[in-house]
């Protein structure tokens, strides 16, 4: 997946975002190290790259769903910091296995986010405690 660098497109605080089979980087350094290795930041943004492929191979279906999945969760934010971020079933695998640089040959790789979607967003809160405001 190719990498590139465009402060336009990323919030502050974000290291990266992947868009339509690209990786923005927020920085220079950042499209450096993705681009001559594999790290864990890379292999987050590549996670989402199979959850893509899940969704009907469709960027604009992954889109649609991680949107929808979003707005759901922006009620929690009051209470939780970045909650609808955070909650969203697909942050939810590519953090969780975002340090595991051999999850993406793993056949289950992009599938695991369809079982946190059909967890109830307490039952996320509980399973990931998310800090207070």
């Known amino acids: 997946m190719p990498v590139i660098h465009d402060g336009l497109l990323l919030r502050k605080g974000y290291d990266a975002l992947t868009f339509f089979g690209t990786i923005v980087a927020a920085n220079h350094e950042m499209v450096e190290a993705m681009t001559d290795k594999m790290n864990a930041l890379k292999n987050h943004e590549m996670i989402h790259l199979r959850q893509a492929q899940d969704t009907h191979d469709s960027w604009l279906?992954?889109?649609v769903l991680y949107l929808w999945h979003y707005l759901r969760l922006i009620?929690?934010?009051r209470k939780y910091k970045n909650a609808a971020y955070e909650l969203n079933p697909f942050e939810l695998e590519a953090y969780r296995h975002m340090c595991d640089l051999g999850y993406l040959s793993n056949e289950k790789?992009?599938?695991?986010?369809?079982?946190?979607?059909r967890m109830k967003p307490?039952?996320?809160l509980q399973a990931?405690?998310?800090?207070t405001n």
């Not at 790789?109 to 979607?117: I, L, M, S």
């Not at 990931?128 to 800090?131: E, G, I, Q, T």
Request: proline letters at 5%; one cysteine or more.
């Open 122 to 124: 307490k039952e996320r």
């Open 109 to 117: 790789c992009g599938k695991e986010w369809r079982v946190y979607a």
């Open 61 to 63: 279906c992954f889109y």
């Open 128 to 131: 990931f405690a998310l800090k």
């Open 75 to 77: 009620p929690l934010n």
